[in-house]
């Protein structure tokens, strides 16, 4: 599995959220809503999700092992700092 496309859509107002992502995978299959966070220990990211009927939040779509979420995390990562970066100059 590669990533093929990272798209970063950073959010104006304060708080801890920062950006919402949209990558592609292998050319084929997109995952939206994406978020960036800002948290106690830094950034990371949130996969997409709703809210069930018990009121819980349930990932909609997600990586199965931590290798892969550490992967996408990365990435996306990176792609949020170049888009910061590009931001203050």
């Known amino acids: 599995m590669q990533i093929t496309d990272v798209r970063v859509r950073k959010v104006a107002k304060e708080g801890k959220l920062k950006a919402v992502v949209s990558i592609t995978i292998d050319d084929e299959f997109v995952v ?7 948290g106690e220990k830094g950034l990371f ?3 997409p999700s709703k809210k069930a009927m018990d009121g819980e ?5 997600h990586p ?3 290798d892969t979420r550490e992967r996408i995390q990365t990435m996306i ?3 949020y700092q170049v888009a910061a970066e590009e931001e203050e100059v």
């Not at 939206?32 to 800002?38: L, R, S």
């Open 77 to 79: 990562l990176e792609k």
């Open 57 to 61: 939040y349930r990932d909609i779509a």
């Open 64 to 66: 199965i092992n931590s």
């Open 45 to 47: 990211i949130a996969m």
């Open 32 to 38: 939206h809503d994406i978020k960036v966070i800002e």
